[in-house]
């Protein structure tokens, strides 16, 4: 599994969505001698989950079931831990259409925040785009950088730790599409032509 390519079985270490209803859901991380608790029951990963496909309807303890999903960024959106405010779907969609994002485009991102349109657009660049995204708080930064390993998207992503207003984005003339989600994107628009290609675009929000 990983967010840009399907698995059919669940494997050690995947990311789940534990579906146990559309108002009702959590993400897990799939581990041998593991347990997680629902309002239906435990959900024991060894014989509940691993070697599982992907969609099953698993049986709890007590008798309910839930559904185990494959990870979207859809999904990954309307679970993702919350570090700040984010995006949601609807605005992506948007996003990635006004960007005209498409498999194997380059883009810059700032802030990173809770990765939850970075996660989109990096399943949008796959499998030969890059995304290069760039946040100055350290520990969020360090957060996104180790979801991308823990979703096996790490290899189409790169994480800065530095203030975009001051120090860009640490590439020029490479980008298709730069994305500004911070306070004050007046004050990067310098450093997004820089990094642009002739013909790229750029959206803000703040
Ligand atoms: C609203 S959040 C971004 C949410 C993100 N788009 C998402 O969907 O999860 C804004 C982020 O920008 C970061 N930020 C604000 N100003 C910045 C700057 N000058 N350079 C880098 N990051 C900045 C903040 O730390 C925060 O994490």
Redesign the pocket.
Known sequence: MSFVEYGEYIQEGDIAIVFLGRESMFPVKAQHGTQTQTKYGVIRHSSDLIGKRFGSKVNCSKGGWVYVLHPTPELWTQNLPH?????YSTDISMITMMLELKPGSVVCE?????????HAIIRTIAPTGHLYT????EQ?AEKAAEEFREHKVAHLATVKN????KEGFGVVGVADAVFL???SPW??IGHAKAALKEEGKVATCS
């Open positions: 570090r700040t405010q984010i995006l700032s802030g990173t925040g809770s990765g939850s349109l970075s760039v946040e100055f708080h969020r530095q203030d975009v207003c989600d911070i306070p004050e990067a």
